[in-house]
């Protein structure tokens, strides 16, 4: 499905897939994610260039996550731009980790790299971690936009991995504040206001309550901010990935 923010920003996504953002400029089109299947990376890069009629000035990664990346394989011809952190943790991936994913021709890593942020063309690209070390957000100063990646989950459970830090999550999320958008685009979920950067603060905080012991399982489910999220087995996988990070 695609959504027009304006007549400038698309998003495609659809039932909680990972979206895909298109920047279009006076020069060319942006693309922010790739997502999981290189199949329906072709039709994006098939909408920009036919469709929109646009050429292709670079892409961005938001994390290593596959659902983000995997359709890099069809852009390898341009530049994908994505923290260094982001390529090292595509360049880990092994047979063991792909097991279970949809087969891939190719794993192609970001071409151009950076350590904490990179400017481009009025766009701003900021490692962030939390949801994951290598966690960006990407920032369209003159659209006041602010594509979050999986730091937030708008409508979904989160997917809490293993390496999710929580406290940098949290303070993530307080920090996009100051960003003047009036708009966010999450990694999953519909854009909305800066008031899902809240909701997702306050779903994390509530996790981490359960935790520690202070609030109850019970009173999780009767909040609506669980209760009405779609893919509840995220939140139970999430669960059992925080108490295995606190067993180590």
């Known amino acids: 499905m695609i959504q027009k ?27 922010v994610d790739t997502s999981l299947f290189p199949e329906k990376a072709q039709k994006i890069r098939e909408f920009v260039e036919k469709a929109l009629k646009k050429d292709i000035l670079f892409l961005v990664n938001t994390h290593y996550h596959p659902d983000h990346t995997f359709g890099n394989f069809i852009f390898e011809d341009m530049q994908i731009i994505s923290s260094n952190l982001t390529r090292e943790k595509m360049m880990l991936m092994d047979e063991q980790y792909l097991k279970n994913l949809p087969t891939l021709s190719k794993l192609v890593p970001a071409s151009i790299t950076f350590e904490n942020e990179y400017w481009q063309n009025q766009v701003l690209i900021k490692r962030v ?4 070390p290598d966690s960006s957000v990407v920032y369209l100063e003159q659209e006041k936009i602010l594509i979050t990646g999986d730091l937030v989950f708008n ?16 303070n993530a999320l307080e920090n996009l504040k100051k960003y003047r958008a009036d708009w966010i685009i999450p990694g999953h979920g519909e854009f909305m206001d800066k ?11 509530k996790i981490q309550r359960l935790l520690d012991g202070t609030i109850t399982y019970a009173e999780i489910l009767s909040d609506e901010n669980f209760s009405t999220r779609g893919f509840p087995e995220l939140f139970s996988w999430g669960l059992e990935n925080l108490m295995f990070q606190r067993t180590k």
């Open 129 to 132: 971690g939390g949801h994951t």
């Open 195 to 205: 008031g899902c950067l809240d909701q997702m603060k306050r779903y994390l905080t």
């Open 155 to 170: 409508g979904f459970h989160a997917e809490i991995v293993q390496d999710s830090d929580l406290e940098e999550w949290l």
């Open 5 to 31: 923010i304006n007549d400038r920003v698309f998003v495609i996504g659809s039932e909680g897939s990972a979206n895909v953002v298109i920047v279009l400029q006076s020069k060319g089109a942006i693309i």
